[in-house]
């Protein structure tokens, strides 16, 4: 089970001091992984305050080559560098602020692997996909444009671009039905498996529900990891489940 806090361009160096005075006085489970997402200045100092606690630190995004003129860019070797397990990949804003295609997308997530961090692919359909009926063959599609060529461990999140931020979330059923799919397809075309985060939404009232959908192996979670308050209920929820399910 994975809880990954997206904080995106939000928390400055005071509210992340604030944040991890409340994560010393809790108790964590090695069942549930964690990795928070910092806004980039704030990588290395995040990484000290918690360095004695199981959760990990990753980037937001890094760029395909490892060095150059890039301005603005991150290189996935500087991420690793800082302490970065993780990073994500092709997330929603990404794609439409920064324009970023699914072939570059592709290039990102594979740079990072090639320098040993564990990548969250983000893939998800806008709204007219899902009313139109063509979420599932969007995603596919999506997917197959964005895989890296090789891999070992992926993590896949499925962000519909619709909820993202805005209270609104896909149904149980809904969520199931495209966590097998994006399964079945990664599996079909690499032979490999792969696990499936819901992103999209999370709160603290609808984890339990969402956790209970059967092809969810974690979640990815916005707004609601900005609180520590919510950031340890989610966490503790992820906990509940996994202990009522052995
Ligand atoms: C996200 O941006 O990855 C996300 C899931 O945001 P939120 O939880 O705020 O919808």
């Known amino acids: 089970m994975f809880i990954a806090a997206n904080w995106k361009m939000n928390l400055d160096k005071v509210s992340i001091s604030k944040f991890c005075d409340d994560l010393y006085n809790y108790k964590f489970s090695s069942k549930v992984e964690a990795c928070i997402f910092p806004s980039l200045p704030y990588m290395d100092y995040l990484n000290n305050l918690i360095k ?21 860019e ?17 997330h929603s804003e990404r794609r439409s602020i920064n324009n970023e295609s699914d072939n570059e997308i ?6 990072a692997i090639d ?13 007219s996909h899902r009313e139109k009926g ?8 999506q997917l197959l444009k964005c895989l890296p060529n090789d ?42 498996k792969v696990k499936v985060l819901y992103g999209g939404s999370v709160n603290v009232e609808n984890i339990d529900s969402i956790l209970n959908v059967i092809n969810v192996d974690g979640v990815l979670v916005g707004g609601a990891s900005l609180k520590v308050k919510d950031f340890l209920a989610i966490y ?9 399910s052995i």
């Open 151 to 192: 891999f070992k461990n992926l993590l896949v999140a499925y962000e519909p671009v619709w909820s993202i931020g805005t209270g609104k979330i896909p149904n149980v059923s809904e969520i199931n039905e495209m966590h097998d799919h994006i399964k079945k397809v990664v599996l079909k075309n690499t032979n490999k």
């Open 52 to 72: 004695k606690l199981p959760i990990s630190v990753g980037g937001q995004n890094c760029h395909y080559k490892s060095h150059g003129a890039f301005t603005g």
């Open 74 to 90: 991150v290189s996935p070797k500087f991420l690793r560098d800082t302490g970065c397990e993780y990073v994500i990949i092709g």
């Open 106 to 111: 592709k290039l990102r997530a594979q740079s």
């Open 236 to 244: 503790s929820a992820a906990v509940k489940h996994l202990n009522n």
């Open 134 to 141: 063509y979420a599932l063959k969007f995603v596919e599609q």
């Open 115 to 127: 320098t040993n961090l564990k990548v969250i692919l983000c893939v998800g359909e806008n709204l």
